[in-house]
């Protein structure tokens, strides 16, 4: 499987911009990057994901480079409610349609700061 | 809320038992997933099932096992269980269990092998 490698975490101030990194210089043509959060004693929170092209939606942006080795996760105003361990996921799709579960590494810690 | 349900929410249980934990998908999902969540290993992906059938398997012990049923809710069976059993278990879903989805996980269930 594709592996994927973060910072184990990192330090922002509240309503200010935070972009989290993310390498996967192994990843495949087929692999969808996907961006999950898990907030304290909560379970895994969708947060985005793409294939080739940048993504917006509401709640952040993902930004892909052009080979595909690297991303990152943009909250455009962070606040408190966004400390989190951030988690970017490679998931492949098999010939037939189907994929494995996430796998999950060890994800960025975000801490913010009021 | 995910929408996903899961019960029980904590589970204290002994060593060598068996527990079973339930899990309802989002109403429309067919793809059930089953992660476990321990202090020293992270999120783990166990296993997961399509309508019924398995699609794909994870790092899941031989003493564990799953089903999905005609209503499309999943159990999770674990047996003869173990100190290093004690985990948090979450069930997610999705509606195809394709990689360009999304997964929705429920909260959790908390088991405690004593």
């Known amino acids: 499987d594709a592996k994927t490698t973060q910072p184990n975490s990192m330090e922002s101030n509240e309503e200010e911009p935070v972009h989290l990194p993310c390498n996967h210089s192994?990843?495949?043509?087929?692999?969808?990057i996907h961006w999950y959060r898990q907030l304290p004693s909560q379970g895994p929170e969708y947060v985005i994901h793409g294939l080739t092209s940048n993504v917006n939606n509401r709640m952040a942006s993902l930004a892909i480079a052009e080979d595909r080795k690297s991303s990152t996760l943009i909250l455009h105003r962070a606040t408190l409610r966004d400390a989190a361990v951030y988690y970017c996921i490679l998931l492949h799709m098999y010939s037939g349609g189907g994929a494995d579960g996430l796998t999950f590494g060890k994800g960025t810690h975000l801490i913010i700061q009021p | 809320d995910s929408g996903v349900t899961q019960t029980p929410k904590h589970l204290i249980t002994a060593t060598g038992q068996r527990v079973t934990l339930r899990c309802s998908p989002r109403s429309g999902d067919l793809s059930v997933y089953w992660y476990q969540q321990s202090l020293d290993q992270g999120l783990q992906f166990l296993i997961q099932y399509y309508n019924g059938e398995e699609r794909a398997k994870g790092n899941i012990l031989e003493r564990f096992s799953a089903q999905q049923f005609p209503d499309l809710h999943s159990e999770l069976n674990l047996s003869s269980l173990e100190l290093g059993d004690s985990a948090l278990y979450f069930c997610?879903?999705?509606?195809?269990?394709?990689?360009?989805?999304?997964?929705?996980f429920g909260p959790g269930t908390r088991l405690l092998v004593l």
């Open positions: 192994t990843i495949s043509g087929t692999d969808y």
């Open positions: 997610a879903s999705s509606v195809a269990g394709t990689p360009e989805e999304t997964q929705y």
